[in-house]
């Protein structure tokens, strides 16, 4: 018998070639190849914006025109909703801590969380406008194009 369940949604939503697998570990969303940020930690923050300009695997480039993650200010400013909501119904409506307490809880919370919440948003973000595909390998791509990729079409 299959596991039910929030549960087993998710695990099975995380698979390869499913949207939310390249969004969660901020994968190429075309091949779920190589990540999508050159450092895999968030918190050197001097890099926490760099990233390829193209996918070692595939050959996406990432900035498909100038300022295109502009638009995943948006989705960040929903994602910190998010948090600030989850964060503020546990410390203050379920723990039943004080006011000041709740705002620093926010604070600390929001603050240690931005840099996931901002990586998180361009995940989420490229993701709306490209699809997985699973004939793009390394294969595919040295075998077509010389190995290099770059000259493919998004």
Known sequence: MKAQGP??????????????????????PRCHGPGLF??????????????????AECGLK???????????MYISYAYG????????????????YGIWTTVGTLAVVQLLASP????LSRSTWINLFVSYDPS?????????????????KM
């Not at 900035?63 to 993650?69: A, G, K, L, T, V």
């Not at 909703?81 to 039943?96: E, K, N, P, Q, S």
């Not at 996931?116 to 990586?119: H, K, N, Q, T, V």
């Open 62 to 72: 990432f900035e498909r025109e100038p300022s295109f993650f502009y638009g995943s």
């Open 136 to 152: 793009y390998s390394k294969k595919r791509l040295s075998s077509t194009s010389g190995g290099k990729g770059m000259d493919r």
């Open 81 to 96: 909703v998010a948090v600030f909501v989850a964060v503020f119904v546990l410390v203050d409506l379920l723990l039943g």
């Open 7 to 28: 549960t087993a949604v998710l695990l099975t939503s995380m698979k390869k070639g499913k949207r939310l697998y390249s969004i969660l570990r901020l994968k190429c």
């Open 38 to 55: 050159t450092n895999k930690s968030p918190f050197p923050l001097r890099e926490l914006s760099r990233m390829p300009e193209h996918c």
């Open 116 to 119: 996931w919440i901002f990586r």
